[in-house]
């Protein structure tokens, strides 16, 4: 296992103490939760692959009945906080972890802007769109928000 760890450290550029450390943490964010919400890990290829046999509109019921449930009990059950500082942060180790992405942050005053950067197409956008939305209007948030082929921002004031 050491020469294991040691190889990984060495093609990322870390000690094997930071590797460690970087493990434990994702164990710790992720991993010790994301068997009970049933996550398995699928390529992004096969997941654009899937999605583009898919219509626009059963990609909006999809979310309506699965993903706006797991972001909700997400935000509790993994960070233990609800309101908007415990949506980014569940996006956030939900897009690091997951690996499907980049969540930005920026909020000036009461100004804000969320943008989640993911690389899986347009149907993917369409699908975090509706959830973002949905999970922003339960925490009584109404913004605007604006995908392309790889990226979905919500600007909103709050």
Not at 85 to 113: I, P, Q
């Amino acid at each position: 296992m050491l020469v294991s760890l040691q190889l990984e450290a060495r093609r990322r550029g870390l000690s094997v103490n930071a590797l460690v450390t970087s493990i434990l943490w994702e164990f710790n964010d992720w991993n010790r939760f994301a068997d009970r919400f049933r996550f398995v890990a699928l390529g992004n290829d096969l997941i654009e692959a899937m999605l583009g046999n898919i219509s626009d509109e059963q990609i909006v019921r999809i979310a309506q009945t699965s993903e706006n449930r797991v972001i909700e009990e997400g935000m509790m059950f993994w960070r233990r906080e609800s309101g908007l500082d415990g949506l980014v942060s569940y996006l956030n180790n939900r897009c690091r972890y997951a690996g499907y992405g980049n969540v930005m942050y920026e909020r000036k005053r009461k100004n804000h802007v969320l943008t989640i950067e993911h690389g899986l197409g347009k149907k993917w956008s369409i699908y975090l769109e509706y959830t973002l939305n949905t999970a922003l209007k339960k925490l009584g948030i109404s913004a605007q928000i604006e995908s392309n082929e790889n990226t979905v921002t919500a600007k909103f004031r709050n």
